[in-house]
């Protein structure tokens, strides 16, 4: 096993950073986590950041076994993920200790990686000969980084060649050194992108929002040190959209595995584990799966039982190297046995999955150590302190309800008038949608004999059973309607969502059914166009005669100005990931999503359309 790079070097560190190039089974994180436990100077925060080719649970229990640190070694073990080609993201010591797990190659992966690292650890493998390895350790590392690997011309060449100074050698081992500014040697490297760049070191950061969007960017902002208000102008927090007594989370197969499927798979994976450790804590859910009808799209209706198209489909996963234990094909058949009714329709089994209570998420985040709740806060605009250059939200009367100089905006349909005065937020290209759910209670359950599985069931619809505590019986919708501001719970929208669920579960309602019986709950949804959320550092409009505004991580930011708006349907798959990621922009520590999936939930990604087609 390779040394273990840190104690002594990461004292007075707020985040040590180690990037290891392949993954040997966890072996070498454990060893690293049990010295950071260990020693009384340790930083706050730990991220470790590996490569690996596969992942085996089998592996790392052999890997494991002899493991000085049985406790940590168990921990890990319990948290093996699924073998996807993601970016899989695990806390541990509640999130002080985060590992970053990007599975398969190091030439797939260096390039799509963003974070600065204090220690690099680059074993033998066949690819390390390769220049490009190299040149990559410049950009990913910090200055006064150490890299670690075996003695070798092309390993000490490539080392050089990217900045890094020989050392005095470890056990064999070549090492060497990036210097410090200042130090002889020292190389400046480019700058990161303009939209890449974290905020100016700061204490504090004010958040505006208290639904599902603000509350998760809220306690991971904590989490990284800072003291977060947040501001809610209704009594309580989760009083829109994440007021819904329950909401899905899951992921998606697209045969193209785009940005869309490559979101929403990372965002259920890191979700399934982060609800587990919620719910410890008072939040309201089940993580035990889902099962989610075989759509050509969320427009289409339930497929009818494919037959031999099954076969395609297992094809299909095998060729996205999504593994069983993360989605399956079923039957109709095996998916009846699942829900434990019979449906009408084959479906994909995701596996990190399941349904949460969205209040109790919210108030559990909201609870996090670090984070303050202001109500009747309402902000009818920001403003910039000429003196302090600090961010201000202010009230109808022009009071400063709160400021700090971090802001993000995170209040959904009012997220683009707060910002426009700012950036291009007036031209994002949104929609608002009405939503209403249908809520069967137990005693009309029982009356209409109305199915209730035993795991939720989805297919442009959704039903699932709510426990007793929560209302009992069905919960089933939701209606999708543009342009449309009634907030009254409406007859024909439960006659539509009871329909809905003749295609989920294979039950029609009767002919007269008293709809004044159920209960319902009106909400809207913004999100974009494009279908993928709205979260990072806010696009400036003062960008003339800049270059490489195609991309937007080259579009310049308005400093300290943040947002994560337009979740959608999907806020409390996204939520928890988003929050991480939007920490992460904010302090520059490891960035839990590739650069790719970065890029198309950017907020500056309309501005670099409109370059790219010359508008």
Same mark, same amino acid.
């Given at each position: 096993?390779?040394?273990v790079?840190?104690?002594?070097?990461?004292?007075? +560190?707020p985040?040590?950073?180690v990037?290891?190039t392949?993954?040997?089974?966890?072996?070498?994180?454990?060893?690293?986590?049990?010295a950071?436990?260990?020693?009384a100077k340790?930083p706050p925060? =730990?991220?470790?950041?590996?490569?690996?080719d596969?992942?085996s649970?089998?592996?790392?229990?052999?890997?494991?076994?002899?493991?000085?640190?049985?406790?940590l070694?168990?921990?890990?073990?319990?948290?093996?993920?699924?073998a996807?080609?993601?970016?899989?993201?695990?806390h541990?010591?509640?999130?002080?200790?985060?590992l970053?797990?990007?599975v398969?190659s190091? &030439?797939?992966?260096? $390039?799509?990686?963003?974070?600065?690292?204090?220690?690099?650890?680059?074993p033998q493998?066949?690819?390390?000969?390769?220049?490009? @390895?190299?040149?990559a350790?410049?950009?990913?590392?910090?200055p006064?980084?150490v890299?670690l690997?075996?003695d070798?011309?092309?390993?000490?060449?490539?080392?050089?060649t990217?900045?890094f100074?020989a050392?005095?050698?470890?056990?064999?081992?070549?090492?060497?050194?990036?210097?410090r500014p200042?130090?002889?040697?020292y190389?400046?490297?480019a700058?990161a992108?303009?939209?890449?760049?974290?905020?100016?070191? &700061?204490?504090?950061?004010?958040?505006?929002?208290a639904?599902?969007a603000?509350a998760?960017a809220a306690?991971?902002?904590?989490r990284?040190?800072?003291?977060?208000?947040?501001?809610?102008?209704?009594p309580?927090?989760?009083?829109?959209?994440?007021?819904?007594?329950?909401?899905?989370?899951?992921?998606?197969?697209?045969?193209?595995d785009g940005?869309?499927?490559?979101?929403?798979?990372?965002?259920?994976?890191y979700?399934?584990t982060h609800y587990?450790?919620?719910? +410890?804590v008072g939040a309201?859910g089940?993580?035990?799966?889902?099962?989610?009808?075989?759509l050509?799209?969320?427009?289409?209706?339930?497929?009818?039982?494919?037959?031999?198209?099954?076969?395609?489909?297992q094809?299909?996963?095998?060729?996205?190297?999504?593994?069983?234990?993360?989605?399956?094909v079923?039957d109709?058949?095996?998916?009846?046995?699942?829900?434990?009714?019979?449906?009408p329709?084959?479906a994909?089994?995701?596996?990190?999955?399941?349904?949460m209570?969205?209040? &109790?998420?919210?108030?559990?985040w909201?609870?996090?150590p670090?984070?303050?709740?202001?109500?009747h806060?309402?902000?009818?605009?920001?403003?910039?302190?000429p003196?302090s250059h600090?961010?201000q939200?202010?009230?109808?009367?022009?009071?400063v309800?709160?400021?700090?100089?971090?802001?993000v905006?995170?209040s959904?349909q009012?997220s683009?008038r707060?910002?426009?005065?700012?950036s291009?937020?007036?031209t994002?290209p949104l929609?608002n949608?009405?939503?209403?759910?249908t809520?069967?209670?137990?005693?009309?359950?029982a009356a209409?004999?109305?199915p209730?599985?035993?795991?939720?069931?989805? &297919?442009?619809?959704?039903? =699932?059973?709510l426990?007793?505590d929560?209302?009992?019986?069905?919960?089933?919708g939701?209606?999708?309607?543009?342009?449309?501001?009634?907030?009254?719970?409406?007859?024909?929208?439960h006659h539509?969502?009871?329909g809905?669920?003749?295609?989920?579960?294979?039950?029609?309602?009767p002919?007269?059914a008293?709809?004044?019986?159920?209960?319902g709950?009106?909400a809207?949804?913004?999100?974009?166009?494009d279908r993928?959320p709205?979260?990072?550092?806010?696009a400036a409009?003062?960008?003339?005669?800049?270059?490489?505004?195609?991309?937007?991580?080259?579009?310049?930011?308005?400093?300290?100005?943040?947002?994560c708006?337009? =979740?959608?349907?999907r806020?409390?798959?996204v939520?928890? =990931?988003?929050?991480e990621?939007?920490?992460?922009?904010v302090?520059?520590s490891?960035m839990? @999503?590739p650069?790719?999936?970065?890029?198309?939930?950017? $907020?500056?990604?309309?501005?670099a359309?409109?370059?790219?087609?010359?508008?």
């Amino acid at each position: 096993m390779m040394p273990v790079l840190g104690p002594g070097a990461w004292t007075g +560190s707020p985040c040590y950073v180690v990037l290891n190039t392949q993954w040997d089974d966890g072996a070498h994180f454990v060893a690293t986590w049990a010295a950071w436990r260990a020693d009384a100077k340790r930083p706050p925060r =730990l991220v470790y950041v590996a490569v690996v080719d596969t992942v085996s649970r089998s592996a790392w229990h052999t890997a494991l076994a002899a493991s000085r640190s049985p406790e940590l070694a168990a921990q890990l073990l319990a948290a093996c993920p699924p073998a996807s080609p993601d970016l899989h993201l695990l806390h541990f010591e509640d999130g002080a200790v985060a590992l970053h797990l990007a599975v398969g190659s190091a &030439s797939q992966w260096l $390039p799509l990686l963003q974070l600065q690292a204090n220690a690099l650890i680059l074993p033998q493998r066949e690819e390390a000969a390769h220049s490009r @390895l190299f040149s990559a350790c410049a950009r990913l590392s910090a200055p006064g980084a150490v890299a670690l690997t075996p003695d070798t011309p092309a390993a000490r060449q490539g080392l050089q060649t990217a900045g890094f100074l020989a050392q005095p050698p470890e056990t064999g081992l070549l090492r060497m050194q990036r210097p410090r500014p200042q130090e002889p040697g020292y190389r400046p490297l480019a700058p990161a992108p303009r939209g890449r760049r974290s905020a100016a070191p &700061s204490q504090t950061a004010v958040v505006i929002g208290a639904g599902l969007a603000g509350a998760a960017a809220a306690q991971a902002l904590a989490r990284q040190g800072l003291r977060v208000t947040v501001l809610e102008q209704a009594p309580r927090p989760a009083q829109r959209a994440s007021g819904n007594v329950a909401g899905l989370f899951h992921s998606v197969v697209h045969a193209q595995d785009g940005a869309h499927a490559l979101l929403l798979r990372a965002a259920a994976l890191y979700a399934a584990t982060h609800y587990q450790g919620l719910m +410890s804590v008072g939040a309201r859910g089940e993580v035990r799966g889902l099962l989610r009808g075989l759509l050509d799209d969320e427009a289409s209706a339930p497929l009818a039982t494919p037959g031999p198209t099954l076969t395609a489909l297992q094809a299909q996963l095998k060729r996205l190297g999504l593994p069983p234990d993360h989605v399956q094909v079923l039957d109709a058949a095996a998916a009846s046995a699942l829900a434990g009714t019979a449906l009408p329709m084959s479906a994909w089994h995701c596996l990190q999955a399941g349904w949460m209570n969205p209040p &109790s998420v919210v108030q559990a985040w909201l609870a996090a150590p670090g984070v303050t709740l202001q109500t009747h806060a309402d902000v009818l605009a920001l403003r910039q302190d000429p003196h302090s250059h600090t961010w201000q939200a202010v009230d109808g009367q022009g009071h400063v309800l709160a400021e700090a100089p971090l802001m993000v905006v995170a209040s959904a349909q009012d997220s683009a008038r707060l910002l426009a005065p700012w950036s291009d937020a007036a031209t994002w290209p949104l929609e608002n949608t009405r939503g209403q759910i249908t809520h069967i209670p137990p005693a009309q359950c029982a009356a209409w004999q109305v199915p209730r599985p035993g795991m939720p069931v989805a &297919s442009g619809a959704y039903a =699932l059973g709510l426990p007793e505590d929560l209302g009992g019986g069905v919960l089933c919708g939701a209606t999708k309607q543009w342009d449309d501001a009634d907030p009254c719970v409406r007859a024909d929208d439960h006659h539509h969502n009871l329909g809905q669920l003749h295609g989920l579960l294979g039950w029609a309602a009767p002919a007269n059914a008293d709809l004044a019986a159920l209960g319902g709950r009106v909400a809207w949804r913004l999100a974009t166009t494009d279908r993928l959320p709205v979260v990072g550092a806010v696009a400036a409009t003062d960008w003339a005669g800049l270059r490489q505004l195609e991309q937007p991580r080259h579009v310049p930011r308005v400093a300290g100005l943040y947002v994560c708006t337009a =979740l959608g349907a999907r806020g409390l798959t996204v939520a928890p =990931l988003l929050g991480e990621v939007l920490a992460a922009w904010v302090t520059g520590s490891p960035m839990p @999503l590739p650069s790719r999936v970065l890029d198309a939930i950017d $907020p500056a990604r309309f501005i670099a359309r409109a370059q790219r087609q010359g508008v």
